[in-house]
């Protein structure tokens, strides 16, 4: 695209370049300024840390240092939204008691909202 614009003397009608997000150029867990929904779990390894509720494709930096991605814990939090029972989630999505009862409880405040 450069070198017909050069060649033919005008200039090319897209951009040759992305526009950058006004935010991107922030340093931080949150570039974008996106807060991914998350909770605080212990799961089966014994360690408390922070798990996505949301699949991975709607947080703009999903491997962020910020959360961990589970498929249990997304499964969990789609099935509580849609009102399933708790113990029928932690035996269903395989998360001890107070892990569904923490994500049930998540979902609960997601549809107050």
């Known amino acids: ?63 962020g240092p910020h959360a961990t991605y589970e498929p249990r814990v997304h499964l969990a939090y789609v099935l509580a939204r849609q009102r399933h029972d708790t113990c029928w989630l932690a035996r269903f999505a395989d998360l001890p008691l107070p892990a569904a009862e923490r994500v049930t409880e998540a979902a609960a405040r997601a549809d107050r909202t």
């Open 1 to 63: 695209m450069r070198l017909l614009s050069y060649l033919t003397g005008t200039r090319p009608t897209t951009p040759l370049r992305r526009p950058r997000d006004a935010t991107s150029h922030r340093a931080g867990p949150y570039a974008t300024g996106h807060i991914c929904p998350r909770v605080r779990l212990t799961l089966h390894d014994g360690t408390e840390r922070d798990y996505l509720l949301d699949g991975p494709s709607s947080c703009p930096r999903p491997r």
